[in-house]
């Protein structure tokens, strides 16, 4: 039996703290920024990632944001040629974000030539009058040329994030950017329901009475995604995911496994021998805590082994597998089956979950509020 604390590590989370602008929904740590913090970030990360483990080779690579795509190509390449001499290029999946705003040719192909081999990019709609309103930079005719550039770049594995749910998108209009998103041809499409984050304008204008919620119109647009991703020939994987077969995003499947990966940058988590670290959210003081010879490490939080399984389980019913029994008890050291058999039962009683022989996963229904069934499973 193997405890997620004795596993090796295997993924990596590099954190760009950078957005032209800030989103009107968007509560991810990042500021608008100088050129001149910028370069600093980047000597400061490159230091950080020369403190990992010598012998460590990530199997999956992950640079969020923030929007990464900011940095400019000097930049890109400093960090690109501290990773080869650090032995962490070579992943056989490397996942760069990009604003569909932020991208060249040869930004794209340098990316690609130093082994990144897939680009998330944040569409969110393809709705000009929308893009406006959620304060997003880039414009629906960028989406279509930076889709091109990326094509053209050499990359065979895209994922376009979409939102829906959005203040004043009727079902027409997600149709309408659904059907556009999916004739792109992309490998992977995320498709997230808007999250009213505190201290957000969007927040602010919800608070103000500015518009309203519409539970009936966000299931009918669930419905319509689920629908149409299926007939594109996508599967769901999880809630908001969807992939071509065999192109599920491993780094993402690794979190919601609960397996350990490495975090660096402003903000970042890591979680490596059964402990969660996570770096100040300040890249002034990240900065100058790295230049010092210091750690960045805001807080670390050790969680006794079954409050740690309960957090896997209510993470890895996110995916639509939901926890095989086996797996479950390799990760965590725990039976699904013993604790948590009263939560089980009650969810298959609700409708929300199915149990089988083998597992035990969320319904469709159950999909819906694996927020609220993943609470259940908290210790
Ligand atoms: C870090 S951003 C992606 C890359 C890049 N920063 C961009 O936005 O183009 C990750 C994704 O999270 C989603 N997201 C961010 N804030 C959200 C919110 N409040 N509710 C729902 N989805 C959100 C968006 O789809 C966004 O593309
Ligand atoms: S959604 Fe992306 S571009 Fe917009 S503020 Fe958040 S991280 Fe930046």
């Known amino acids: ?67 990464p795509t900011l940095l400019n190509l ?17 992943a056989p999946e490397w996942t760069v974000e990009c604003n569909p705003a932020t991208l060249s040719l040869d930004k794209a192909r340098l990316l690609r030539s130093a082994g990144v081999n897939r680009v998330s990019m944040g569409v969110q709609s393809l709705d000009q009058g929308l893009l406006e309103r959620l304060g997003r930079i880039h414009s629906r005719a960028m989406v279509f040329k930076s889709f091109d550039i990326l094509r053209q770049a050499g990359f065979e594995n895209l994922n376009l994030d ?69 007939a594109a020939g996508f599967e769901r994987y999880e809630i908001a995911n969807f992939a071509r077969p065999s192109l599920a995003c491993q780094h993402n499947v690794n979190y919601w496994r609960a397996g350990p990966f490495y975090g660096v940058g402003p903000s970042a988590t890591s979680y490596v021998r059964g402990a969660r670290t ?30 740690r399984a309960g957090e896997a389980a209510a993470f890895g019913l996110r995916m639509v597998a939901g926890w095989p029994f086996d797996e479950f008890r390799c990760r965590t050291g725990q039976d699904l089956r013993g604790e948590w058999a009263a939560d089980i039962s009650r969810l298959v009683e609700q409708g929300w979950g199915r149990l089988s022989p083998d597992r035990f996963q969320l319904t469709r229904a159950g999909l819906r509020f694996a927020d609220a069934a993943g609470q259940m499973f908290l210790r």
């Open 74 to 90: 000097r930049q890109w390449e400093q960090i690109l040629n501290a990773m080869a001499r650090l032995g962490l290029l070579g």
């Open 278 to 307: 996570k770096n100040w959210s300040n890249t002034q003081l990240y900065c100058e805590l790295i230049e010092a010879g210091r750690g960045a490490a805001e807080s670390r939080e050790e969680l006794v082994p079954l409050a």
């Open 162 to 230: 979409l939102m829906l749910a959005i203040p004043g998108q009727t079902l027409a209009v997600w149709r309408q950017t659904l059907a556009e998103a999916i004739a792109l041809g992309s490998e992977h499409l995320s498709a997230y329901e808007i999250i009213y984050e505190e201290d957000t304008p969007l927040y602010a204008q919800l608070q103000a009475g500015q518009f309203d919620v519409d539970e009936d119109l966000a299931c009918a647009m669930h419905e319509e995604l689920v629908e149409r991703a299926a």
């Open 1 to 67: 039996m193997v405890e997620s604390g004795a596993e090796p590590v295997t993924s990596l989370y590099v954190h760009v703290p950078f957005c032209a602008q800030k989103c009107a929904y968007c509560a991810f740590y990042s500021e608008a920024s100088s050129g001149e913090l910028m370069g600093r970030y980047v000597r400061a990360l490159i230091e950080e990632l020369g403190r990992l483990a010598a012998d460590f080779r990530p199997q999956t690579v992950f640079f969020g944001g923030g929007t």
